[in-house]
């Protein structure tokens, strides 16, 4: 087995550009919609699209948005049909900005409720409500990026707003990007850290995508800003040490793997830095626990 550095997983818009723009199958796989009903909300103008050379749907981040804001009113337990229902409704009412940008919508059990700076009202009725308050909104008001939850008999998923993606959201596209594709996850990491400077993961992800490219001096210096916000992040430290390991600096990267307890490949690459330099009983303690946390 060689070195290789490894990706951290999910984090609990700019201006329309070719270069951030979506096909209708790309959007497909990343927000978890068919393509009919990705081209629905096309259609019926809650997300508005550009047109390629073949006049295919191209969708925007703020598109993309959008529609995951849709996605998880879905997973909020809303149907399909009442999510259409809903948006293509807000579309139409008087007042209403036409991107949706300045709302806050939610799920309250199967209703789809809408907030603005002033008026809390049930999206398909129209009818006016309690104030929901401030909940899912981060500081200074900005909402985050919060998980279903429960909340009295109801169950109640805060979306973010439409024009402003978090850190986190940045961050999270980029995991989706390298799914579908690859060349534009960089971008979206380097949106998430100019949010959020402090943001490891994405630091993380980012310098592995310049390990994996060859740049070593860069991805160096994104793991070492990661450590800098969390210098507990092991999974940083392991990445550092495989950066050492191809440079063969072999005392810094066992530094680094040492720091990385809880990896399997660390201690692989502690047995197997260790067998070379002829410590075999440090190298077989080593490749017992690569064992014990589940390494083949």
Same mark, same amino acid.
């Given at each position: 087995m060689t070195a290789r550095p490894q990706p951290t997983g999910t984090r609990h818009?700019?201006?329309?550009?070719?270069?951030d723009s979506y096909g209708t199958r790309e959007v497909a796989e990343l927000i978890g919609f068919s393509r009919e009903q990705v081209r629905r909300f096309a259609r019926r103008g809650i997300v508005h699209p550009s047109r390629g050379l073949r006049a295919e749907y191209r969708f925007s981040f703020q598109d993309m948005a959008l529609l995951r804001s849709a996605r998880r009113l879905v997973d909020?337990?809303? /149907? +399909?049909?009442?999510?259409?229902?809903? =948006?293509d409704r807000l579309q139409r009412r008087e007042n209403v900005p036409p991107s949706l940008s300045a709302l806050r919508i939610a799920a309250e059990?199967?209703? +789809?409720? +809408?907030?603005d700076d002033r008026t809390v009202w049930e999206a398909l009725s129209g009818q006016c409500r309690l104030?929901?308050?401030?909940? @899912?909104? @981060?500081? @200074?008001?900005?909402p985050s990026a919060a998980k279903p939850r429960e909340q009295g008999t109801g169950r109640m998923a805060t979306v973010v707003e439409i024009n402003t993606l978090s850190s986190?959201?940045?961050?999270?596209l980029g995991l989706?990007?390298?799914? +579908?594709? /690859?060349s534009r996850a960089p971008e979206a990491y380097r949106r998430s850290i100019? =949010?959020?400077p402090a943001n490891a993961d994405a630091h993380v992800n980012l310098g592995r995508l310049y390990q994996i490219g060859g740049d070593l001096k860069?991805?160096?210096?994104?793991?070492?800003?990661?450590?800098?916000?969390?210098p507990e992040h092991e999974l940083a430290c392991y990445n550092m040490g495989t950066v050492f390991d191809e440079l063969e600096e072999s005392d810094l990267a066992l530094d680094y793997y040492r720091r990385a307890a809880s990896i399997p490949d660390a201690h692989y690459n502690l047995a197997r830095i260790f067998g070379l330099r002829g410590d075999e009983l440090s190298s077989l303690r080593h490749l017992k626990r690569y064992r014990q946390l589940g390494g083949t």
């Open positions: 818009a700019a201006p329309r550009k070719a270069a909020a337990d809303v /149907p +399909v049909r009442r999510v259409f229902e809903a =948006l059990g199967s209703t +789809v409720v +809408v907030r104030p929901l308050g401030r909940e @899912g909104s @981060g500081e @200074g008001g900005r986190d959201d940045w961050y999270n989706d990007m390298e799914e +579908v594709d /690859p100019a =949010l959020d860069r991805a160096k210096r994104h793991y070492r800003q990661a450590l800098d916000s969390v």
